[in-house]
């Protein structure tokens, strides 16, 4: 059956590159080994491939357009291909987008690339372009900065609950832990607490209080890459597919003076409400979940926004380490970016990436007790878009 | 008077580094210029704005006047910001921050007489404008 609505809609295979500090390839060379990676694990060809998405953010490498030159490099000439973007969330966008092709059967398996080649700027140079995704008329000009937005609300958070610069160390600290075992992170080192408590240790140098380095995402180059599928190819094509359970979307305002709070991020919570009834789950039937930890402030949030915590209480579930690979909800157990790295448009693909693998049983030393249905949360600027993914094994 | 092909590109002074140069509310520069931060009304719903607007969303009027921000609002949040992007190195440190005024917000920064240590979320601030060291304008936070 093409499209229709009762038709379901699955991941067929998944791939990712190695997040590094600098890729020693262009663009197109970065696309392909997440391609390559995702053609691996399955039966399909390209020739099965009838579109492409690309997504990515803007101004880090100079190609205009980049889905016409990443088609024509990963052979997916002359099918269909579009370019997608959503600053940070540009790979759940992506994944939306294949969602509503296949389900309105235009297409029937289309290939989701995200990437982004990060290291071709300077850090002070992706300070300012990423700055330049919030609002350039009205905040650019006071000197914006993603980590200062971030940390703004991490203030208000710690004023409105008591959350502390130990909770979010607890944060880093757990990321940490399965940074060390991912092989596809950048950072792989451990850290611990004590490196925040050590004033002369990078860790806990202050970025934009009262985030330090250690609450922050390292810059990375990486591609991740999504093959969504009708049910009929999926079954045709994959032993394992794992099924798109729910989706949801939403957006705030970009200038921070358009909304109610900043203890957490309204199109988050808006778009896991959509994606939770479209699944007919709640937040306690969630089994392991990747949030947007950007900054550690960020996965708390999340906590909070995606229901595993009251609002209020995300302290209390890091400190409790339920969110650790054993717990009630485990987070984050591949790293999150604060380990894995963030390669914007590859971030989304990847966050889905890991959830896929853990529905499969696939996820290897970081895989947390048979998982039924997993979550995605994956944010664009400071909070501006909320992209929520409910994925199912069956 | 303004000549023929004159371009209005106002909105350039407007912060350490703009990244606007016209805009249908230059005017704000004007008052800014003058002394005064001002957001914008809708003349038809009465909608009010900051940061202004030169159209009104909720009832799609362009027909907009200018008010005076006066008074105090309470501070939402702020963070003190030890590295900089490209093009504010020299502004190092400073303090950004949001306030709430009831029927609106303002995003801006702390003036740079006030020490960060004395700031708390919720303390009344008012908002000033304000002229940088390189001759630009903008506007920033006092405690009111």
Redesign the interface.
């Known amino acids: 059956m093409r499209g229709g609505r009762m038709s379901r809609i699955a991941i067929i295979a998944v791939g990712q590159s190695p997040f590094v500090r600098q890729y020693p390839g262009s663009i197109r060379e970065l696309a392909f080994e997440a391609f390559r990676d995702c053609l691996h694990e399955t039966p399909l060809t390209r020739k099965d491939i009838d579109a492409s998405i690309v997504c990515s953010a803007p101004e880090y490498d100079r190609q205009r357009s980049p889905a016409g030159v990443i088609a024509e490099y990963l052979g997916l000439n002359p099918q269909a291909a579009f370019y997608v973007e959503s600053l940070c969330s540009s790979g759940t966008t992506g994944l939306r987008l294949a969602y509503a092709l296949v389900k309105a059967g235009l297409h029937d398996v289309v290939a989701v690339i995200g990437f982004q080649k990060m290291s071709e700027i ?1 850090s ?2 992706s ?2 372009r ?3 995704g919030a ?11 993603m ?3 971030y ?6 958070h710690m ?2 609950y008591g959350t502390t610069l130990d909770d979010l160390a607890r944060i880093r600290v757990k990321a940490a832990t399965y940074g060390q075992i991912n092989p596809k992170a950048v950072y792989r080192k451990p850290v611990t607490s004590d490196m925040f408590a050590d004033p002369e240790h990078i860790m806990a140098r ?6 330090r380095v250690g609450d922050c995402c390292a810059n990375a180059d990486g591609s991740a890459c999504l093959i969504v599928a009708s049910e009929e190819k999926a079954r045709a094509l994959c032993g394992k597919p794992v099924w798109i359970l729910g989706l949801g979307s939403a957006t705030a305002s970009v ?5 109610d709070s ?1 203890t957490g991020l309204s199109a988050a919570r808006q778009a896991a409400q959509q994606a939770y009834a479209m699944a007919g789950v709640g937040p306690s039937d969630i089994d392991v979940a990747g949030v947007h930890d950007c900054f550690t402030i960020a996965e708390l949030m999340a906590c909070e926004d995606l229901g595993f915590a009251e609002p209020g209480k995300g302290r209390e579930l890091i400190a409790s380490r339920d969110t650790y690979r054993e717990g009630r909800i485990p987070v984050n157990v591949d790293g999150g970016l604060l380990s894995k790295g963030h390669p914007i448009g590859a971030t989304g693909g990847s966050l889905v990436r890991t959830i896929v693998l853990q529905l499969r049983q696939e996820a290897g030393e970081m895989q947390v007790d048979s998982p039924e249905i997993g979550l995605v949360h994956n944010i664009g600027g400071v909070g501006l878009y909320g992209n929520v993914a409910i994925l199912g094994r069956s | 008077m303004p000549k023929k092909g004159d371009i209005d590109d106002r ?1 350039k002074r ?7 140069a016209i ?1 249908k509310t230059n005017d704000f520069v004007a008052h800014l210029e003058e002394g005064r931060v001002c957001g914008t009304a809708c003349r038809k719903c009465g909608a009010v704005f ?2 202004p607007r030169a159209d009104c969303c909720h009832c799609v009027s362009s027909d907009m006047k200018w008010f005076e921000i006066t008074g105090t609002g309470k501070l ?14 020299a ?1 190092v440190p ?1 303090c ?3 306030l709430d005024y009831g029927s ?6 702390i003036a740079d007489a006030v020490d ?1 240590a004395d700031l ?3 303390m009344p601030m008012k908002t000033v404008s304000n002229t940088l060291p390189n001759g630009q304008r ?1 506007y920033v936070f006092e405690i009111g």
């Open positions: 300077s002070s140079e300070q300012e990423m700055g330049r609002d350039i008329q009205w905040e650019s000009p006071f000197g914006t900065m980590p200062a937005y940390a703004m609300h991490a203030q208000a004023a409105a202050t970025v934009s209080t009262p985030l200038n921070l003076s358009g909304r900043l | 909105f407007f912060g350490t580094v703009s990244f606007t805009s900051f940061p939402v949040s702020f963070s003190k910001l030890t590295f900089a992007p490209l093009g504010f190195e502004d400073y950004i921050a949001l609106y917000k303002i995003f801006g920064r960060p708390a979320v919720g903008n």
